[in-house]
């Protein structure tokens, strides 16, 4: 079975939040853990100065947004998501998939559970639009 390679510059196409989930969705199973006995290793690599250093200039250039789309701020904590699944091999071998921004993007908790598992009630309600004289949005 031959996976996909997802890019940024592809992701980057897609203007709509929900087209880029869909992008990106895994459909995973729920607690099927990625490197298992092996979590220390993945443990290291996002401690490392040359994870940090990504991670920030990810984040920089998502301008703080989930999925890289303005109106979607994050408010909290950011994830760093690998657009594709990164297992123990990656680290040891130091694949182009790790540090390289072409392979990442910024997101909540929550749409990185969603994107992982699958489930769409995870993701945050798109921004009320507003409209001139609108006091009132949530009465709609």
Known sequence: MSMTIKTYSELSQLKSFEKRFRYLQLGGIVGRETFGSDRFINQEFYASREWKSIRDFVILRDNGCDLGVDGFDICGKIIIHHLNPILPK?????????????????TTHKTHNAIHYGDETLLAAAPVERAKNDTCPWRK
């Open 90 to 106: 990656d680290i040891e071998t130091n694949s182009d998939f790790l540090l390289n921004p072409e392979y990442l993007i910024s």
